[in-house]
């Protein structure tokens, strides 16, 4: 899976089109619900040493938001990380470099969206 990949994902799906909101990382690409207007999505090349990985020179990430306990099973298996620079309770990292199949990265950016979706209040 590579960064294109899930933009045109995102963007047949959920008419998203990647942000680049930083100077300092012009290959950071949040994405957003046009709704809510909340991430549901960080793609982020970050040096492998800042993640604890072996190598040099950097790795493609998604951070995807999840249920805590999601999250944590999540972290136990190969491909996935604590969310980086996110809550690392309801933020994985998953590395984009073939680890994880395809398919399960489509399944989590969809439940990411549906999890940055507006909260109704609940009536008093």
Request: net charge neutral.
């Amino acid at each position: 899976m590579d960064r294109q990949t899930i933009f045109q994902y995102v963007n047949q799906q959920y008419a998203t089109e990647p942000e680049y909101l930083w100077m300092k990382y012009p290959s950071y690409a949040v994405l957003r619900r046009q709704d809510s207007q909340k991430w549901y999505g960080i793609v982020m090349d970050v040096p492998r040493e800042k993640l604890g990985l072996p190598g040099t020179g950097t790795v493609d990430i998604l951070d995807v938001k999840c249920e805590p306990m999601a999250a944590d099973l999540l972290r136990q298996c190969p491909g996935f990380l604590p969310g980086y620079h996110m809550n690392k309770n309801t933020w994985v990292s998953i590395l984009l470099d073939g680890t994880v199949s395809d398919e399960h990265i489509f399944d989590l950016l969809d439940a990411s969206f549906q999890a940055a979706a507006n909260k109704r209040k609940k009536a008093k």
